[in-house]
């Protein structure tokens, strides 16, 4: 069926480094794309968005690219800090009546 | 505000028991949504409700689990006979406007034990 997924499951950065996720879609009709940020213990956290007429966007030390000629949507934090230390998921979307498919998700870990 | 809360945060019964999770959603928000969560793996979705109504229900995985907001506030998501499976941490989330492209924010969750 179709799915979403991550290419690393773990990555380890130093602190200050610039951080990249990277995350496989399979579903050519996904149309809305969503990073989210979850810490132990809590519940996932929204990050940022992109729709499918937008190959970037910035927000606030986050970047996300989606490329859709190959279904690959990545996060790239710049400045990692400690508090980034978590697990991030993407996920998607095909329109607003479909249910939202989490991917497995990639467990940050930023070293002092 | 404050912002979507969940009880119990810690639910331990036995096989075969029933179970009632409640959230709290962030006040104003029409939406409300069940998810689930396995050890290692994301949000698997459960249930979508737009106000009073279950708008999209594809989620549940059969008819032993049950979810209701009566006054499009307050949700309880009703599990019967539980099963060991049924083991995972329970989230729930609200958006402003609802559909599944509106920000969802979520809370801690209900960590759910079968033993």
């Known amino acids: 069926g179709e799915s979403v997924g991550l290419h690393l499951p773990t990555l380890s950065v130093q602190e200050g480094d610039n951080s990249i996720i990277n995350c496989a879609y399979s579903?050519?009709?996904?149309?809305?794309f969503i990073w989210y940020k979850q810490e132990s213990g809590k519940g996932p956290q929204f990050i940022i968005d992109?729709?499918?007429?937008?190959d970037k966007r910035q927000g606030q030390r986050v970047t996300v690219l989606l490329n859709k000629t190959v279904k690959h949507l990545s996060l790239q934090i710049a400045a990692t800090q400690p508090g980034d230390s978590a697990v991030y998921f993407c996920?998607?979307?095909?329109?607003?009546?479909?249910?939202?498919?989490f991917g497995p998700g990639t467990s940050l870990s930023v070293i002092p | 505000g404050a912002g979507v809360s969940q009880t119990p945060s810690n639910k331990v019964t036995e096989k075969g028991k029933y179970v009632e999770l409640r959230c709290d959603p962030i006040?104003?928000?029409?939406?409300l949504y069940w998810y689930r969560q396995s050890l290692g793996q994301g949000p698997e979705f459960l249930i979508y409700?737009?106000?009073?109504?279950?708008?999209?229900d594809s989620g549940l995985p059969n008819d032993r689990f049950f979810a209701v907001r009566p006054e499009g506030s307050v949700s309880t998501l009703k599990i019967q006979r539980t099963e060991r499976g049924d083991s995972a941490v329970y989230l729930c989330?609200?958006?402003?406007?609802?559909?599944?492209?509106?920000?969802?924010?979520f809370g801690p969750g209900t960590r759910l034990t079968v033993l």
């Open positions: 989330a609200s958006s402003v406007s609802g559909g599944h492209t509106d920000t969802q924010y």
């Open positions: 579903n050519s009709a996904s149309d809305y």
């Open positions: 992109i729709r499918s007429n937008m």
């Open positions: 996920a998607e979307t095909a329109t607003s009546y479909d249910k939202v498919i």
């Open positions: 006040s104003g928000h029409t939406a």
């Open positions: 409700f737009q106000g009073t109504g279950a708008a999209d």
